[in-house]
């Protein structure tokens, strides 16, 4: 992974996050709002321009891909460099949580 891909996708932004975490599956932009509302009991709602906006900008940058068009949508997918942007997102973020869960002397 190069240093830009690095210093634009981590750390993530929430929306960035579940809609890459989604991808883990093909899946289209309509489709992932809502799996993220589902997942977050409503609280993240991704308006169309932003999740259309982001799946662009994360497939110009290689971390997800066009899968397939089902019923005039496009499905994208997950990418190796997707995968493991993912990946390094997720370990921070469990990093942060570990921490935040010890006590300060």
């Known amino acids: 992974m190069d240093n830009r891909i690095k210093r634009i996708y981590v750390p993530m932004t929430e929306t960035g ?17 809502q799996m993220v509302k589902e997942m977050t009991d409503g609280e993240v709602n991704i308006s169309p321009g932003t999740m259309y906006g ?28 997707g995968r493991e942007v993912l990946n390094m997102e997720i370990r921070r973020i469990e990093r942060l949580y570990r921490n935040s869960r010890e006590e300060i002397l």
Request: proline share 2%; hydrophobic share 35%; charged share 25%.
């Open 54 to 81: 982001t799946l662009a900008k994360m497939e110009k940058d290689g971390l997800i891909s066009f899968c397939c068009e089902e019923n005039k949508r496009k499905l994208y997918r997950i990418t190796e460099l």
């Open 17 to 33: 996050f579940y809609i890459l975490f989604c991808l883990q599956k093909p899946q289209h932009g309509y489709g992932i709002g």
